[in-house]
């Protein structure tokens, strides 16, 4: 199992991002289909993932983790904001703050990262 395999999620897609017939929400904290819980801060979601991540490690040195964070908590926020703005590169651009060019990029990014 890899670094990234420990902060990762089965319920992404490996072929291709965002797909049709993936719903980024499935499964997840933020998922409205689970109500048997509250849901939790995104702070703590992350704070006992990275504890579950140190845990995992076993004692191995972690490496690039601050890149490797990113990179895995990018995606779903790009796939979300885009799922909210129905696929509207222009809105989502806006919602993060972003300039359109510069969404296009790293949706591409995380496309090619996730190959």
């Known amino acids: 199992m890899t670094e990234r395999d ?16 993936y719903t980024p929400l499935a499964g997840t904290l933020a ?10 801060p995104l702070r703590e979601a992350v704070e006992m993932a990275m ?3 140190f845990e995992h490690l076993d004692g191995s040195q972690a490496t690039d983790l601050y ?10 926020l ?7 703005t129905d696929g509207n590169q222009t809105r989502a651009a806006d ?5 359109r060019g510069t969404l296009r990029k790293k949706t591409q990014a ?6």
């Open 6 to 21: 420990l902060l990762s999620s089965d319920d992404y897609p490996s072929d291709a991002y965002p797909s049709e017939s």
């Open 31 to 40: 998922d409205p289909t689970i109500a048997s819980s509250p849901p939790q």
């Open 51 to 53: 504890r579950r991540y």
């Open 67 to 76: 890149a490797m964070v990113m990179a895995e908590v990018e995606a779903p």
């Open 78 to 84: 790009l796939a979300c904001v885009l799922e909210h």
């Open 95 to 99: 919602v993060l703050g972003l300039n």
């Open 110 to 115: 995380v496309r090619t990262y996730r190959r």
